[in-house]
Structure formats: C-alpha cells, structure tokens
C-alpha cells in the first residue's frame, strides 16, 4: 500500500482452511496500528472489485486485526523474480512478463484509474 499505509504495514504468509480438503496458501497484509479508517475501507471495497487475470485477487478482510488475505505470489514479486533469475530468463519469457505487466496496468488504468493507491513496482 501506498501513502498512509507503506510504513504501517506488515506482511505475512498464511493458510486459509476453506474446508477440511481445501488448504490455500495467502498473504496476509496486515495494517500495524489496526486503523481501520475510512480510507482503509475504501481502498479494500475497489480491490475486492478487481476481477483481472492480472491482478493479484483479495480473498478476505479480516476486522480484528485488520487485514487484507491476498493471493499469495509464491515466487514473489516479479521484478524481484527476474533480477534475481536473470541468467536462467529466457527473452521468450520476458517478453510475456512484459505482455501480462501491461495487461494489467492497463485494466487498473481502464477499469480504477483514480481509485487505487498502490505502487507498481512493489
């Protein structure tokens, strides 16, 4: 999260039991002062409505602590992932990385252009 929250946040990884034999692994990001203000809410409601292939999806919210369960990127971020595997990188690769980054950047522009506060290179 960007601006109020960047410092104010933790992350943490952990498993929703959705039923006996389903077990996800999520991210949880959780807000450290537990403020859950105005703006928090308002920023969870337009990610909850993201619905891009691209996009990481929020599962849940949770109110105490307060929250956000997020799709968990195994591998990372992905500029993380490729600066750190760019000798095993195929171009091939980097052109559809290239290809999806986009995808998505363009849906938050077309769909929640104004309504998202979030950094892109996180």
């Known amino acids: 999260m960007k601006g109020k929250y960047s410092s104010a ?5 952990g498993q929703w039991i959705a039923d006996k034999d389903l077990k996800v692994e999520v991210a949880i990001r959780r807000l450290t002062n537990n403020d859950f203000s ?3 809410q308002k920023m969870a409601m337009h990610w909850a409505q993201l619905r891009g292939g691209m996009t990481v999806r929020l599962l849940g919210i949770s109110f105490v602590p307060c929250s956000l369960v997020l799709e968990l990127l195994p591998m990372g971020p992905l500029n ?14 980097l052109v559809e990385a290239a290809a999806c980054l ?13 309504s998202l506060n979030h950094k892109l290179n996180q």
Do not use: M, P
């Open 38 to 40: 105005e703006e928090f």
């Open 9 to 13: 946040c933790s992350l943490y990884r």
């Open 80 to 93: 993380k992932y490729l600066q750190g595997n760019r000798h095993i990188v195929k171009v091939a690769d």
């Open 102 to 114: 986009a995808s998505a950047v363009w849906y938050l522009v077309r769909f929640y252009s104004g």
